[in-house]
């Protein structure tokens, strides 16, 4: 059974300070990983999708990497706003369902 | 437009009621899912359909009854509410992939349900 970990559970840091959330996974049989953003009270958004075979995928200020080898995803956040706070949460798919992690709470303060 | 849309947006009832989530999705997507969300924010597949029919289904009490009249509705009845079902109930949809894989899900804003 697939289980996804993502630590810290909770992050506060100054506007402009880079973020660094980690997600890892038991079962490297993936086909991709999937990162979302859920605001209070709101339906997730997707974020990035990196397929099994690649490294990292880049939107604007958002980078994510994937070691499939290891069970590991970094997402990183590059000069935060206090616009990014959100729950972030990485899930991974394999046999036709996302299996969630539980998130990383993001505060940053202004 | 709204892509995936789910009402009603709240809803409180009585244990022991029967009560249905409805969800339409026009993004053309072959799969569609429901979510679980309780109140630790933890996040579980509870069905998905794949071109109407029934690909996952992870233990759910029967009580919970999915159905999919076509392909850009999926529906959710609920019998026999109890207390424990109270959670954010959320629809998806997305493209499948090949051999098991799916592409980007795109979330409803989530169905909140209370059981006094």
């Known amino acids: 059974k697939q289980e996804v970990t993502q630590i810290p559970a909770a992050l506060s840091v100054p506007e402009g300070e880079n973020l660094v959330l980690n997600c890892s996974f038991t079962?490297?049989?993936?086909?991709?990983l999937q990162w979302f953003r859920q605001d209070p009270g709101k339906g997730l958004t997707s974020l990035l999708l990196?397929?099994?075979?690649?490294r990292e995928q880049t939107s604007g200020r958002l980078n994510a990497s994937l070691d499939k080898s290891s069970g590991r995803s970094t997402l990183y956040i590059a000069a935060s706003q206090p616009g990014d706070s959100a729950t972030y949460l990485c899930?991974?798919?394999?046999?036709?369902?996302?299996?969630f992690g539980a998130g990383t709470t993001v505060t940053v303060r202004a | 437009d709204t892509a995936v849309s789910q009402t009603p947006k709240y809803l409180v009832t009585q244990m022991g009621n029967d009560k249905s989530i409805k969800c339409e999705q026009n993004?053309?997507?072959?799969?569609m899912y429901w979510y679980k969300q309780d109140s630790k924010k933890f996040l579980k597949i509870m069905f998905s359909?794949?071109?109407?029919?029934?690909?996952i289904n992870e233990t759910v009490p029967n009580r919970f009854s999915p159905k999919s009249p076509d392909k850009a509705h999926l529906n959710l009845h609920i019998n026999s509410l109890e207390l424990g079902d109270s959670a954010v109930y959320f629809c998806?949809?997305?493209?499948?992939?090949?051999?098991?894989?799916?592409?980007?899900?795109?979330f409803g804003p989530g169905t909140r349900l209370l059981v006094l």
């Open positions: 993004l053309g997507h072959d799969t």
């Open positions: 998806a949809s997305s493209q499948a992939g090949t051999g098991g894989a799916l592409l980007t899900q795109y």
């Open positions: 079962d490297s049989a993936i086909y991709n």
């Open positions: 990196i397929q099994s075979s690649q």
């Open positions: 359909y794949n071109n109407k029919e029934l690909i």
């Open positions: 899930a991974v798919s394999n046999d036709y369902k996302l299996s």
